[in-house]
């Protein structure tokens, strides 16, 4: 026997086998205006009035024992897009406070329908001695620990994600290699500095040193503006005499190349 309430089925849950009292979650069929991947409409439910107590866990349990294989559950504080996010020693992610919302994604279309057929009377456990939810001073020794990761653990993630780092990097650098001189859809050929086939550039230590030297050697030249404006002053003066050098040549020039028949 399945109720409805606005659109909701209504689904009574405890903590565990010996709680008194219940709580209702309220769930649908999630339907997309867009299909996402990792949340298909046809193997899709949308929960709300999630109590904070609840993890993906005790949901992956629940609605698996009950409806068939969970793929994902994706908890969140509101409806919304999902973030695929990866848990990491190095940034832990933090816990939703308070109530909140969540997707479970079934691996068969079948066991979305058999959730919208569950018995609304009867009143399931999200724990049990095998699976034990933790609440109060325990949760809190758990979540203080769970700030100071182990650090052999932590080393062997940073050094997971630099090999992985590494071998993208090294696969963009081949595919970027392999792609170029190789024509577009448009038959382009995108050709780099050196041309389709660019040379290897060889350069010994010692002209990288000159190189160096140079450089240095014009860096501390004219350091100063005033400096600079002083040069630039010569350079001008140099030029204009040199300017005037040559009118002068020039006019001698042609004063005699001038034909004087007596």
Known sequence: MASEVGG????????????????????????????????????TLFIVNIPPYCNKSALKRLFGTSCGAVQSVFLMKQPGKVKKTKASLVSPNTEIKGFKVAYVVFKKPSSLKAAM????????????????????????????????????????????????FDEEQEEAKKAEDEARGQPDEEGWITVGKGGRKPASSQIDATDLKEK?????????VDFYQFQQR?????????????????????????????????
């Open 117 to 164: 057929e569950l018995d609304s009377t009867e009143v399931k456990c999200l724990s049990d001695e095998e699976n034990i939810i933790l609440t109060g001073m325990e949760k809190w020794c758990q979540e203080y620990g769970l700030q100071y990761p182990n650090p052999s653990r932590l080393q062997e993630e940073v050094d997971r994600y630099m090999a992985t």
């Open 8 to 43: 909701f089925r209504t689904l009574r849950v405890k903590l565990k086998e010996n709680c008194s009292s219940f709580h209702v979650l309220y769930y649908k069929k999630h339907a997309l205006r867009e299909e996402e991947p990792m949340r298909p409409s046809d193997r």
């Open 212 to 220: 160096k030297k140079k450089k240095k050697k014009q860096t501390q």
């Open 230 to 262: 002083e040069s630039r002053r010569e350079h001008i003066a140099q030029l204009r005499k040199k300017f005037e050098e040559d009118k002068k040549r020039i006019a001698e020039m042609k004063a005699a190349r001038k034909f004087k028949p007596y």
